[in-house]
């Protein structure tokens, strides 16, 4: 998938013909790339297997300043070095970079450990995420055109499909690491006098 095959298809949804080129000024298409952008944002914002990034260790440069790559869109920090696990809620994402709002500085002179969210290029999405991508840019961009009631239904129900694929897919994820986290690796091998885990659907580790 990629951003010209859902403009494609975008344009297609309101009557209009295909184009060859994703940065063409028709009024349409910087309609259709608008939708995109919001759309995909929105959706990659939230956080997916695909795009989550796990204690990232971020060193200071040669002036202490943390830079965070510019492809960040959510930024949580899990630890600071040298620091007590409280003094972390004292450094926070501004810009590219991570302040003090202590000592109201950018000189953080030590390396941060955080938790990213990064914003891919859509041709590097999963099949999955740039279909529901499509479907919901394509349902958008009909109901800005004022379109029939049962042409809508039909594309809001395709977006909900694809987003309904796309979380069952985030769920199997999820459910594979719970598995593989030490609590329920100990969990299997009977350690702790229990064989149940109340995280688990069913309750039962395997």
């Known amino acids: 998938m990629n951003r010209l095959n859902i403009i494609r298809h975008m344009l297609s949804v309101v009557g209009e013909g295909g184009v060859s080129n994703e940065d063409s000024t028709h009024p349409s298409v910087q309609t259709a790339n608008g939708i995109i952008d919001t759309e995909n944002l929105d959706l990659q914002g939230r ?4 795009n989550r990034e796990h204690a990232l260790t971020l060193v200071p440069d040669n002036r202490g300043e943390v830079v965070v790559p510019a492809s960040t869109i959510g930024f949580k920090i899990s630890s600071v070095a040298h620091k007590s696990p409280a003094e972390k809620k004292r ?3 501004r ?3 991570v302040y003090d709002t202590i000592a109201h500085t ?8 955080a938790d990213t969210v990064t914003l891919l290029s859509i041709d590097d999405l999963p099949a999955l995420a ?10 958008e ?3 800005d055109d004022d379109g029939d009631q049962f042409k809508t239904n039909k594309l809001e129900s395709a977006a ?14 999820l459910a594979v690491n719970a598995l593989d986290s030490p609590q329920a690796r100990r969990l299997r091998a009977g350690v702790g006098g229990s064989s149940l885990n109340p995280n688990l659907i ?3 580790a395997r």
């Open 130 to 139: 740039g279909n529901y991508l499509m479907r919901k840019c394509a349902y």
């Open 141 to 143: 961009m009909y109901i």
């Open 91 to 93: 450094y926070v994402k």
């Open 106 to 113: 950018y000189d953080i002179g030590c390396s941060i450990v």
């Open 47 to 50: 956080g997916w297997w695909f």
């Open 160 to 173: 909900a499909r694809a987003w309904q694929s796309l979380y069952s897919a985030e769920m199997q994820y």
């Open 202 to 204: 069913g309750g039962r």
């Open 95 to 97: 810009g590219y970079r």
